[in-house]
């Protein structure tokens, strides 16, 4: 969704969501784009570090976002959508390395440009977005895209 709202503000998108990609091709890309990754995706963890690095030698001023949400929905969510092919435990352990990771780059002055996201804040409140496109990320308001908010099926 946020990647959604991204492209709606104005950023050229690709979908580098599956697998771990090592050549971007940034010199190819147009001045303003997102990507995203999941933290993990099918099991895989991104390099992170490599991926922001590779992006400021190519001359890109890197915003990192990282949309997190309410554990409790975020465990039940991933729970819903997981084949269990990890097996659950695992499904949760990675559930938490993954805020644990978002939570060390935050920490991390080295980082560059990264920002939390509160998924709830986003999806419930317009002047929210609002101030995160225009005052954070200097982009315009998107108002076309869907707000998919789904926490409340997990506390029903």
Request: glycine content about 6%; overall charge neutral.
């Amino acid at each position: 969704m946020l990647w959604e709202a991204l492209q709606a503000a104005g950023c050229s998108a690709k979908g580098w969501h599956n697998g771990e990609h090592v050549d971007y091709a940034f010199d190819i890309m147009p001045d303003l784009f997102t990507f995203r990754r999941s933290l993990p995706h099918n099991d895989i963890w991104p390099a992170l570090g490599h991926i922001n690095h590779q992006l400021e030698e190519a001359g890109y001023r890197v915003t990192m976002l990282a949309i997190t949400r309410d554990l409790f929905a975020t465990y039940k969510s991933t729970l819903r959508r997981s084949n269990y092919a990890f097996g659950v435990s695992k499904t949760l352990d990675n559930s938490r390395k993954a805020f644990m990771k978002i939570y060390d780059r935050l920490n991390a002055p080295e980082s560059g440009e990264i920002f939390n996201i509160s998924y709830e804040s986003f999806c419930l409140h317009p002047g929210y977005r609002k101030w995160l496109f225009e005052n954070i990320l200097n982009l315009t308001n998107p108002v076309d895209f869907e707000i998919k908010y789904a926490n409340e099926k997990y506390y029903a």
